[in-house]
């Protein structure tokens, strides 16, 4: 028995050598290439792949069908419909190979307010951090190793287009070193992604032998505050609302009229708090009474996450959060976000009149078992209940007479949360890889707090779903001044080479 356990360990020892070697050459490849992989994230990021730019959109799917065609891949571009944004699909076999992947991620990008940037959002420019006092600095020409605490900022960088940059030069570091794949590699960048997915149901319906795989990887989302390589197991679902409250017909005099007008303003305000708990507990009668709670090893992956919170609220001006249980465990529960509120005027514009009406804006993210249809029926029910009168357009000159108390709800498409299997082969494989290729363990992740249609993988499909995230947490993405760090870009393509080449089960 000893002599099989010492020729067991001579084995694990060789193999271990023998991996560490193979991302060694990916690294090195890497090192001679940096600036030329940084040129092709920035010449993607000033495509504007964006949805108020549907010629931009077109212009990055071709883009990236060439990129795939000329590296040997079976390519196309994927739509449910004319003048449908195209998912662009890519295939490439491995002989021998017993497990086929399919490597997503998103193309589209949030749109943009460029007066609230430090520069134009699509001619990336690259800083020396993230702060007011950082400095533009002119990479191309700088000499020496670029800085990996540099950041890259434009529309995209981070999500999601550092993720195909870094699968793109993880299968060239991997051809270049002569190591190959240990999968069959199939590739899906959608690209409406950001406006909610609308068409990607039908896409994955009407081509499921095309998409069939044994694993997706989706190279969406941040990595864990503490910066470890993460990898993830599930997102949050998401419903959005817009609630428009009625008030006067016409704006009146606050001094005549306070008091006795009904204003919507603080109708609002008060729904808002009726709602909403103060540690961000909803407050609306069996919200949560069908969800999953999170399993054993879901819990026990959060325990072992680096306690971030202290250094993330010294880092946002925060003085206490708004429970003391931990920004992961916080994830993990249903949440009603408050995104935006509009009613009448403030500042110089300021009127002393009640409003005609407030808008609310806000958005439900979902968790295993939960529905946006029971979350629409809940919120709805739960509205009625507490004496409001629910419609769907502006409210006549009758219900006005008979209703004290009138929201308008203008429903979001929706979907619902999906959390994979932690403890599956595959997922077992995925988490080994990442780890070999960080050089230590990775964070694990039950789900990410933000929402991604992955849901519809596993239920059109049947594939399970992993992510594999290598954005920076302060990235800003969906905001101004999205940015990536090149270590995060590096730390990726070293993680993308692993999921490329080292990934058996």
């Known amino acids: 028995m000893r002599s099989v356990l010492a020729a067991a360990a001579v084995v694990i020892a060789m193999t271990s050598s023998a991996l560490a070697a193979d991302l060694a050459k990916v690294r090195a490849w890497r090192v001679t290439q940096e600036r030329d992989i940084v040129r092709q994230l920035a010449d993607f990021t000033a495509i504007p792949s964006i949805a108020a730019d549907p010629k931009g959109l077109q212009t990055m799917a071709d883009r990236l069908q060439a990129e795939l065609a000329k590296r040997g891949f079976e390519a196309r571009l994927l739509s449910a419909g004319a003048g449908d944004p195209p998912s662009v699909y890519g295939a490439l076999s491995t002989p021998g190979a017993k497990r086929t992947v399919v490597f997503y991620a998103h193309y589209d990008g949030q749109p943009v307010t460029p007066s609230q940037w430090r520069s134009d959002p699509f001619r990336p420019v690259m800083r020396t951090g993230i702060g007011d006092d950082a400095r533009d600095i002119d990479w191309q020409a700088a000499t020496g190793r670029l800085d990996p605490e540099w950041r890259l900022f434009g529309r995209g960088t981070s999500d999601d287009k550092s993720s195909i940059v870094a699968f793109l030069a993880a299968f060239d570091a991997l051809k270049a070193s002569g190591q190959k794949p240990s999968v069959n590699i199939k590739v899906f960048w959608e690209g409406e992604e950001e406006a909610g997915s609308p068409h990607l149901e039908a896409v994955l319906e009407a081509n499921r032998d095309l998409l069939a795989a044994d694993l997706w990887l989706i190279g969406d989302a941040p990595v ?14 998401v419903m959005g609302v817009d609630a428009t409250i009625y008030g006067p017909t016409r704006a009146l005099h606050d001094g005549h009229y306070g008091n006795w007008a009904p204003n919507p303003a603080a109708m609002a305000a008060q729904l808002m708090a009726d709602m909403r708990a103060p540690d961000g507990r909803i407050r609306i009668p069996g ?22 919170d202290a250094a993330l609220q010294r880092d946002l001006g925060i003085a206490a959060p708004e429970t003391r249980e931990g920004l992961a465990s916080s994830i993990l529960r249903p949440s009603l976000n408050y995104r935006g509120l509009s009613a009448g005027r403030v ?14 804006s806000m958005d439900f993210r979902l968790v295993p078992n939960q529905t946006p249809a029971s979350v629409r029926a809940k919120l709805e029910a739960y509205l009625r209940a507490t004496g409001w009168t629910v419609v769907d357009a502006p409210p006549t000159a009758a219900q006005r007479a008979a209703s004290a108390k009138i929201i308008r709800l203008a429903w979001e498409g929706g979907y619902p949360a999906l959390r994979s299997d932690m403890s599956s082969p595959h997922a077992q494989a995925v988490l080994a890889a990442a780890g070999r290729a960080a050089g230590r363990p990775v964070a694990v992740l039950p789900t990410i707090g933000g929402s991604v249609p992955i849901y519809l993988f596993d239920e059109v499909l049947g594939a399970p779903v992993i992510g594999l995230p290598i954005g920076n947490h302060d990235n800003n993405q969906h905001a101004a001044n999205e940015n990536t760090r090149l270590q995060n870009l590096w730390d990726g393509i070293d993680l993308y080479a692993a999921m490329m080449s080292d990934l058996r089960w």
């Open 287 to 308: 919200f949560d009474s069908d969800v999953r709670p999170p399993t054993p090893a879901e819990l026990k992956a959060v325990a072992a996450l680096p306690d971030v």
């Open 224 to 237: 864990h505050q503490s910066r470890l390589p993460t990898i993830y197991f599930g997102a949050r679902g």
């Open 347 to 360: 500042g110089a514009a300021a009127v002393n009149a009640i409003p005609t009406e407030a808008v609310l």
